[in-house]
C-alpha cells in the first residue's frame, strides 16, 4: 500500500455484489481518479438493548418482494438535548435498505434521513475540496488518513448550444442543435454548415459535432463543466438529441448517462467525473443574498452588468431565420460569446462557491444548488456528528403546518419623518442577530424548559426578554459555530487590510470571507424556518426581543445625547449630527456597555439624504425607502423601484436621475425637468422597447397556479402559444403595447412587441416612481400640455 494525498473535488456511492462503496472524485498533479471506500449505511433506534438480538435477526420487505435484515446491530450513546441517549445503531448493507428497516422497526428512529455520501463526509471528518490523505491499494482506499484545508487549481469550460426554432421553442424530438461553441483552455464554435470564421470548425452532420464537442472537452479535461441554465436545457437537450441521431455524447471523464435531479424548485445536473455548475441557479442564489444586483437574471442583462465584454444582441425568432439564410456569421459571433461570458462570470464567482463548499462541508456540486438554510443545516450536522450529538429529524406534515401558523415578532422599526436632511450619520450593530445569539448563548440545547423541575441557579442562566431561559454553560451548538465565524471573519478582515487587492492571496480570503457572512447571517432565518432540523420558537423569539432591546435602548441614547434620530430598523439607526467627533464619543460609550460580541459599527456619513412618505399619502415614513448621498458622491438606495427588477429600465433611470438632481445637484427644478423630457420621449413613440420592458418572475404554474389574470401572466400565456416553454420560476420580459383593451391584454413578450403605450408608461411607471420623492420638494398637483396632450401629474406645485 501506498500513501497518497489528492484534493476531494466529489463524491457519491456504488452499491456492489450486496457491498457498498463511496466513490471518491480525487484530483492529484496530474489528472483526477475515482477511488472506492468501502462503508456501511446505518440509523439508529430506541429499541430496548435487551431486544438487540431481536433487532438484529429481524426480516423486512422491499415493494419488490425482496427480503431486507440488519448487517449489524452496536450499542451507542448520544447526546441528545442536555442529557444522553442510549440507541441501538443499526448497520445495513446498502442505503436503500434504510427506508426499509426504518419502516419495519416499531420504535423511534433517528437519523436515517441523511443523504449518504453527506453520513461519510460528517464521520470521516472530511473537507471538500480538501487536500486528502489515504492509503490506497489499486483503486481500494484501504485508510483515510486526514483531510486538511486546500485551494485547488480548478480548470474550467464553459459551452453553450443553439438549435433550430421555426415554433419559437425549439422541439428536442424533431429541432437539431445547428451549434454548440465552448470556451475553455481555447475556444471555438462547431456547427455544420461553413462559416468564414478562424474560431469555425464545419463538421458533416449533428451526430458528428455532438461527437466532436465530447472529444473537445476530453481533451481540454476541465474539472469545472460551466453552462447557463443548462441543467434545465443545454445539458437535457443535448442527451435527447443524442439519443435521436445515434451520437456518442460524453462530456464527463468516466462512462455514465448525464443526470438531472430535482432540488426543490432548482434542477441539476451530474456529470460522471466533472463537477456540472449551472451559473443561472448559482447567481439567483447570490442575488436573493444581496451579493449581486441585478434587474433580471437572462445572461443579457447579468453578463452587461457582470462581465467586461457584455453580451451580443439576437432576438429568439432571428436564429431559425439566420439558419435557414445560410448567412450565420453573426450567428456563430452570437454562440462564441454567449461561452465566453458564462466561463467569465464562472470563474469570477468560482472562489466563493468554493469556500461556501468547504466552509459548510458541502460538495461543490450540492453548494452550487443549495439555498443558504441548507448550507446552515449541512455545517451544523456536520459539527453535531463531531461532538457525539444526535442530528434532529426533519419536521414533517402537521409539525410544519403548526410553526408557520404562529410567525415570530419581528424587528423594531422607528419610521422616519419624510423629507430631505443633511449630515446624516448611519450606525449598525455589526451581524447583530449572530453576536446576540452568541453572547447569550441561545440554542435548543440551552433552552431550560419552565416545567423543569431542577431549575439551574440564579446567575447561571440568560433570561431573555420573552422570559426564556438559556444556560450560559455549556456553551450550545449553534452558538459555538457561530462563534468561530464571527472570530475568524475578524481575523480574515484584519489579514485583508494588509495585503495588495490584486493578490491572488487578497482574492482567496475575501471570498472566505464573504463566505462566512453568508452562512453567518443566515444561521437566524434557519433557526425559524418551519422545516429547520433546530427550529426553536423560544430562541426566534428570544432572538428579536434580544434585537428590539439594544435597538430601543441605542436610539434612546441617542437622544439623550441630544442627537435627532431620523430613522432605526432592526439593526441600524440614523441621526443628525453637527460633529462627526460627537458621533465616535456616542458610539464608543455604547459599544462599552454591551456584550463582548456586539458591537455598534460607523456605517458612513452621509450629506444629503431623503425620506419618503408611506403610502396613501400618510405623513409617516416609509420602511427601508430611502436615498443617501455618501462622502464619495455615490447614491446609497434602498427600497426604490430602480433597485427592483419588476419596472422598466425608463422608469429606473427617471428615478435614479431624479435622485441625483435633488441629492448631488441640490436641484428641484432640474429633477422636475428631466420628468418632463422623458414624459416626452415616451408620447414621440421612439423609446427603445429595451428600455421599457418588465420583468418578473412567475411564482406559480401559469397554467393554473393563477387567480387573476397579470401582465406577466398573459405575456407567459402568449409565448407558450408559439411554443416558449413558461413554468414555475420561468422570467418572463414583456412590454405594455397598444393592442388591447386591459394592461393584461396588452402585456406581449418583449421579443415580440412591435409597439408600446406611452399612457400606460408615463401613468404607472413614470409618476409612480418619483411622485413620492418630488412630494418632500413641496409639489403637489401641476397640469402640464406634453405632445399636445394634456397630462395630468398629481406630484407638482
Known amino acids: 500500500m501506498t500513501i497518497k494525498k489528492a484534493y476531494l473535488l466529489d463524491l457519491d456511492y456504488v452499491v456492489r455484489k450486496g457491498q457498498t462503496y463511496v466513490r471518491l472524485l480525487l484530483k492529484g498533479r496530474s489528472k483526477a481518479v475515482r477511488l472506492y471506500y468501502r462503508y456501511d449505511p446505518y440509523f439508529y433506534t430506541e429499541i430496548p438493548l435487551e431486544r438487540k438480538e431481536e433487532l438484529l435477526n429481524m426480516t423486512a420487505y422491499a415493494k419488490d418482494g425482496h427480503a431486507v435484515s440488519p448487517k449489524d446491530v452496536q450499542e451507542a450513546e448520544l447526546i441528545w438535548g442536555r442529557k444522553k441517549k442510549r440507541l441501538a445503531k443499526v448497520i445495513c448493507r446498502q442505503p436503500s435498505d434504510v427506508p426499509i428497516l426504518r419502516g419495519a422497526i416499531p420504535f423511534p428512529c433517528y437519523e436515517d434521513g441523511i443523504p449518504f455520501s453527506r453520513r461519510f463526509i460528517f464521520d470521516m471528518r472530511l473537507l471538500p475540496l480538501g487536500i486528502l490523505h489515504y492509503e490506497r491499494e489499486k483503486q481500494l482506499i484501504k485508510r483515510i488518513i486526514s483531510c486538511e484545508g486546500g485551494n485547488p487549481k480548478l480548470t474550467t469550460l464553459a459551452f453553450d448550444i443553439e438549435t433550430y426554432n421555426p415554433m419559437g421553442a425549439p422541439r428536442e424530438k424533431v429541432d437539431p442543435v445547428i451549434m454548440v461553441s465552448w470556451a475553455g483552455k481555447g475556444e471555438g464554435v462547431l456547427t455544420t454548415k461553413q462559416v468564414s470564421k478562424p474560431f469555425v470548425r464545419t463538421v458533416d452532420s449533428e451526430k458528428a459535432m455532438l461527437e466532436e464537442i465530447s472529444r473537445v472537452v476530453a481533451e481540454e479535461d476541465p474539472d469545472i463543466l460551466f453552462g447557463y441554465n443548462s441543467a434545465n436545457f443545454d445539458l437535457p437537450y443535448l442527451d435527447a438529441r443524442a439519443k435521436a441521431t445515434g451520437a456518442q455524447l460524453k462530456l464527463g471523464r468516466f462512462k455514465g448517462q448525464i443526470k438531472q435531479s430535482k432540488r426543490g424548485l432548482t434542477t441539476g445536473v451530474k456529470i460522471a467525473g466533472r463537477v456540472h455548475m449551472d451559473i443561472y441557479p448559482m447567481l439567483r442564489f447570490f442575488g436573493h443574498i444581496g451579493m449581486i444586483k441585478v434587474p433580471d437574471y437572462t445572461l443579457r442583462t447579468v453578463a452587461a452588468l457582470l462581465t467586461k465584454s457584455g453580451k451580443r444582441e439576437m432576438k429568439r425568432d432571428e436564429i431559425w431565420k439566420l439558419w435557414d439564410s445560410n448567412d450565420i456569421s453573426d450567428l456563430a459571433e452570437y454562440s462564441l460569446v454567449d461561452s465566453r461570458v458564462t466561463k467569465e462570470i464562472g470563474d469570477r464567482y468560482m472562489q466563493v462557491e ?113 422570559s426564556a431561559v438559556f444556560l450560559k454553560k455549556p456553551t450550545g451548538l449553534i452558538p459555538y459555530v457561530l462563534n468561530y465565524l464571527i472570530d475568524f471573519r475578524v481575523k480574515l478582515k484584519r489579514q485583508l487590510k494588509t495585503l495588495d487587492k490584486d493578490s491572488d492571496e487578497y482574492k482567496i480570503l ?189 411564482k406559480k404554474d401559469p397554467r393554473g397556479g393563477y387567480e387573476v389574470q397579470s401582465p406577466e401572466l398573459s405575456a407567459a400565456h402568449k409565448g407558450m402559444e408559439r411554443g416558449i416553454p ?45 411622485m413620492k420623492i418630488l412630494k418632500e420638494l413641496g409639489y403637489d398637483e401641476y397640469s402640464m400640455k406634453v405632445g399636445g396632450k394634456q397630462k395630468t401629474l398629481e406630484l407638482f406645485i
Not at 655 to 679: F, H, N, P, W, Y
Not at 750 to 766: G, L, R, S, T
Request: one cysteine or more; aromatic letters at 8%; a neutral charge.
Open 726 to 770: 413558461m413554468e414555475t420560476g420561468s422570467v418572463v420580459s414583456y412590454v405594455i403595447t397598444k393592442k388591447g383593451k386591459s394592461i393584461s391584454e396588452k402585456a406581449e413578450l418583449a421579443e415580440f412587441a412591435k409597439d408600446y403605450d406611452p399612457d400606460y408608461y408615463v401613468n404607472n411607471q413614470i409618476l409612480p416612481s418619483v
Open 510 to 698: 475575501h471570498a472566505r470571507s464573504t463566505a462566512i457572512k453568508v452562512v453567518s447571517n443566515s444561521f437566524y432565518g434557519y433557526l425559524v424556518y418551519a422545516r429547520s432540523r433546530w427550529y426553536s420558537r423560544e430562541c426566534g423569539e428570544s432572538v428579536t426581543a434580544y434585537g428590539r432591546k439594544h435597538i430601543m435602548e441605542t436610539i434612546d441614547k441617542a437622544e439623550k445625547m441630544g442627537f435627532r434620530v431620523l430613522y432605526g430598523d432592526t439593526d441600524s439607526l440614523m441621526f443628525l449630527y453637527k460633529s462627526k467627533e460627537d458621533v465616535l464619543a456616542f458610539m464608543k460609550e455604547v459599544n462599552a456597555s454591551l456584550p463582548e460580541k456586539m458591537e455598534l459599527e460607523l456605517e458612513g456619513f452621509y450629506p444629503r439624504g431623503v425620506f419618503v412618505s408611506k403610502k396613501g399619502g400618510e405623513e409617516r415614513g416609509a420602511k427601508k425607502k430611502y436615498a443617501l448621498l455618501g462622502e464619495d458622491g455615490r447614491i446609497k438606495i434602498r427600497g426604490f423601484e430602480l433597485v427592483r427588477r419588476d419596472w422598466s429600465s425608463i422608469a429606473k433611470k427617471t428615478q435614479l436621475s431624479v435622485l441625483e438632481a435633488i441629492l448631488k445637484d441640490g436641484s428641484k427644478e432640474k429633477a422636475v425637468k428631466i420628468v418632463r423630457e422623458t414624459i416626452e420621449r415616451l408620447n414621440s413613440g421612439k423609446v427603445p422597447m429595451e428600455e421599457l420592458t418588465i420583468v418578473t418572475q412567475l
Open 354 to 466: 468554493a469556500e461556501l463548499s468547504a466552509l459548510a462541508r458541502f460538495p461543490l456540486y450540492d453548494t452550487s444548488l443549495a439555498t443558504s438554510g441548507q448550507l446552515v443545516e449541512n455545517l451544523l450536522m456536520y459539527e453535531a456528528a463531531g461532538k457525539g450529538m444526535l442530528i434532529p429529524p426533519k419536521p414533517a406534515g402537521s409539525m410544519i403546518s403548526e410553526r408557520l401558523s404562529a410567525p415570530i415578532q419581528g424587528a423594531y422599526v422607528k419610521l422616519p419623518e419624510p423629507g430631505i436632511y443633511e449630515n446624516i450619520a448611519v450606525l449598525d450593530f455589526r451581524g447583530l442577530y449572530p453576536s446576540i445569539i452568541v453572547s447569550y448563548n441561545i440554542d435548543p440545547g440551552t433552552l431550560v424548559p419552565p416545567q423543569e423541575e431542577n431549575q439551574p441557579a440564579e446567575g447561571e442562566t440568560n433570561i431573555s426578554p420573552t
